[in-house]
């Protein structure tokens, strides 16, 4: 069989998961699986132990870690806190709203946070701030878009880590690491660019409303706990690449740059957030991990997984 007809049947299989998993509500990573399996044993004929070696352990391990930890974040209200004081700040210039909020999306997705509850608590907010000023919506969920996107592209953001490991996965080990922050850069100033245009074209500059904007109330224990242990994580991937850029000739910040792994310092965060009982962790890992998109993604990429192995 050759590499083409491969090619073509992986996207055939592909397609016809994407089209029955919309057709039935079933998750297209489920589907995924089976013709995996059915490709695996009836066309390239082989084991079923060997078809599951190929399920992306790295990068299933490493959303779910993420999610998990951002989940305290949603649960104690630290995310919607640190939204309703940069939306606060910018009551004495109300223009600066839609940009606030645009940074503030993108901040949140590129550290990791999960995009389904970023939107919940902050697009509402917004949507209801642009009916009272009579500005077009459209300067929201343009924004929102643009933000979820370039966000979830960053090192540590959701996408970022699905795609290095999949660079990992697939025999590109390293060069992820090169070409992410190059993506991510590019990104980052097309959607900024596309942002400046949809604010000035749907009216985001008129914005008024600085009377609708209350001040958050102060911040709870658990929050500012929460606070501290984010900043800490968040510290734990930015020194070490300062230093290491800064003092190149030291092995040990190389080291400590190539140590401080999401898994590794996520999981300390979880261990920590669970120690000062941020939240109760069965109910943050049922309800913030979006199991949904870890079964959708683990059972995609096994399919091509398999076809790529041959």
Not at 71 to 93: E, H, L, P, Q
Not at 180 to 201: D, E, H, M, Q, T
Not at 269 to 280: F, Y
């Amino acid at each position: 069989m050759t590499g083409l007809t491969i090619c073509i049947i992986t996207v055939a299989a592909l397609a016809i998961c994407i089209i029955l998993g919309q057709k039935f509500n079933v998750n297209i990573g489920v589907l995924g699986l089976v013709a995996a399996s059915v490709l695996g044993i009836f066309i390239f004929h082989m084991r079923p132990s060997e078809i599951y070696t190929y399920w992306p352990i790295s990068v299933v391990l490493q959303m779910i870690i993420v999610t998990f930890f951002y989940g305290f974040a949603t649960v104690t209200g630290t995310a919607k806190y640190m939204a309703d004081w940069a939306i606060y700040s910018a009551r004495k210039c109300p223009a600066l709203l839609p940009v606030i909020f645009f940074l503030v999306d993108f901040g949140m997705m590129a550290i990791g946070i999960n995009p389904g509850a970023v939107t919940v608590f902050l697009v509402p907010v917004f949507i209801e701030i642009c009916y009272k000023s009579g500005i077009s919506e459209m300067v929201v969920l343009t924004g929102h878009s643009l933000a979820l996107g370039a966000g979830c592209t960053s090192p540590i953001g959701s996408v970022g880590i699905i795609a290095k490991g999949l660079f990992d996965m697939f025999g590109y080990e390293g060069q992820g690491a090169v070409l992410l922050p190059r993506i991510w850069l590019n990104f980052v100033i097309v959607s900024a660019i596309c942002f400046v245009g949809v604010y000035f074209i749907f009216g985001g500059y008129k914005m008024k409303v600085s009377g609708d904007v209350q001040r958050p109330a102060p911040a709870t224990p658990l929050i500012k706990k929460n606070l501290v242990l984010i900043v800490v994580c968040v510290l734990l991937f930015v020194v070490p690449i300062i230093l290491s850029h800064l003092a190149p000739q030291v092995a040990f910040f190389g080291t400590l740059q190539n140590g401080m792994d999401v898994l590794m310092v996520y999981s300390i965060g979880i261990v920590l957030a669970v120690w000062m009982k941020l939240g109760d962790e069965k109910t943050v890992l049922k309800e913030q991990v979006p199991w949904s998109t870890v079964l959708l993604v683990g059972g995609c990429a096994t399919l091509v997984a398999v076809c790529s192995a041959m």
